[in-house]
């Protein structure tokens, strides 16, 4: 028993027998910082309860390449296997999903679904033919590491980043992709029951059939991040950012309008962040502004509002990248909002320069060119009626100006006004 007790404990330590629940992280949408959050949060939770395993459920078009790497860091370090499942039916995983789910001990994909897409793009304008050979490079170099780790086709990931080739979920397995197909979660669950997971020195059991599934929920914090990528919700806070920031300047003096504007234009520069926005659009988009601005102060018979309104419509359709799969739902609503944007931003800067050159009607400045009587001669100086008060004038001129004769403001000096004479035909 001395002899062979330990050989028994090492034993049991290699066929680890796990029984505890399913943890199910949902991805869907771009891969950004709060779906990092959210995962990694996530797996550090299901290593101190003792998951028998953790579920990600991939629909994604792409992502950020550091949020990417740091889930998929995640997933080669966790003492806790990983399934990636590319669910419901019609789901895809694209860009940086496929290297989530290459990454992953155990890949499974519904029908109706698709993975591959992997060529790597720049998030903001276009990479220089060194700089994209770069990257290509080491993305290859990468994801063929990720597919030789779990005995994946290595030949196939490597299309997937230099070619940009997709398969589907019958293609996946028979190409030695994916390891299997799965109608829903209970289905996946039944098919991986029993099977052998070797990470790192420890070969581990699954046992997963009979398993409670816990399904992780985005918090509100990581809703409204994950929320602001989405390339509509982005475009929309950036035109009332742009919109709140444009009133606030035509109203001087920090209020409502200039938060709001600066929270929108936070939040919609956190979204495009995490989406491949071209730069050429959000240049549009900003000119356009600056046509609007240009109009209210000049009489151009609205040809510089009508470039703002063509400017702003092509800086919508070009905002985000056509080939990225994260384009802005219909190029028709977008450019009904580009239109009701672009009319409402007019009229309001236009009414706002109005509104600057309007004489000012109250306070000491509303006084200037107001008339009254001379209540007393002024000599130079005396007492005037004038705008329901009594003020202490100076004729501007030196002159001498009798009472009961009318006087208009000229000038205000301290609390003095300079008048002149009205002369009466």
Request: net charge positive.
């Amino acid at each position: 028993m001395t002899l062979f007790l330990p050989l028994l404990i090492s034993l049991s330590f290699a066929n680890q027998v796990r029984s505890a629940e399913v943890v199910v992280v949902p991805i869907k949408g771009s891969i950004n910082p709060a779906v990092t959050e959210m995962f990694l949060k996530t797996l550090r939770e299901a290593e101190q309860n003792g998951a028998a395993a953790v579920v990600i459920r991939l629909d994604t078009p792409g992502g950020l390449l550091t949020s990417t790497r740091e889930i998929v860091k995640g997933i080669l370090n966790s003492k806790v296997p990983v399934i990636a499942y590319v669910s419901p039916a019609g789901a895809q995983c694209a860009s940086a999903g496929t290297f989530i789910a290459l990454a992953c001990p155990v890949l499974a994909m519904a029908s109706g679904t698709n993975i591959g897409a992997a060529h790597p793009v720049s998030p903001i304008g276009k990479m220089d033919k060194t700089m994209e050979e770069k990257v290509v490079n080491d993305a290859s170099a990468w994801i063929t590491s990720l597919a030789l780790k779990w005995g994946r086709n290595a030949q196939w990931a490597e299309k997937a980043v230099r070619q940009s080739v997709s398969i589907n979920e019958n293609e996946a397995v028979t190409l030695k992709v994916a390891d299997l197909t799965a109608e829903n979660i209970t289905d996946l669950l039944s098919k991986i029951d029993n099977r052998v997971i070797r990470l790192d020195s420890n070969s581990i059991t699954l046992r997963t059939k009979s398993a409670q599934i816990n399904e992780v929920k985005l918090n509100f914090r990581q809703q409204i991040l994950q929320s602001v990528s989405d390339p509509n919700i982005a475009y929309i806070l950036l035109l009332l950012g742009i919109l709140g920031i444009i009133f606030e300047f035509s109203a001087p003096g920090i209020g409502f309008p200039a938060i709001v504007g600066l929270i929108c234009l936070l939040l919609a520069f956190y979204g495009l962040s995490a989406l491949p926005v071209n730069i050429a659009g959000v240049a549009l988009v900003f000119i356009a502004v600056g046509f609007f601005v240009l109009e209210a102060h000049a009489h151009s018979f609205g040809l510089l509002g009508l470039g703002g309104i063509v400017s702003l419509a092509f800086g919508s359709l070009f905002l985000i990248k056509p080939f990225s799969y994260l384009n802005i739902a219909s190029r028709i609503s977008s450019l009904l909002a580009s239109f009701i944007f672009a009319a409402l931003l007019f009229i309001i800067v236009k009414l706002a320069y109005k509104a600057m050159r309007r004489k000012v009607t109250t306070g000491k400045e509303g006084l200037i060119g107001e008339t009254g009587d001379a209540r007393t001669d002024l000599a130079p100086e005396g007492t005037i009626y004038i705008h329901g008060e009594y003020w202490t004038a100076r004729t501007s001129d030196g002159s001498t100006i009798k009472k009961g004769e009318k006087v208009r403001a000229e000038q205000i000096s301290g609390h003095i006004l300079l008048v002149s004479k009205i002369i009466q035909i």
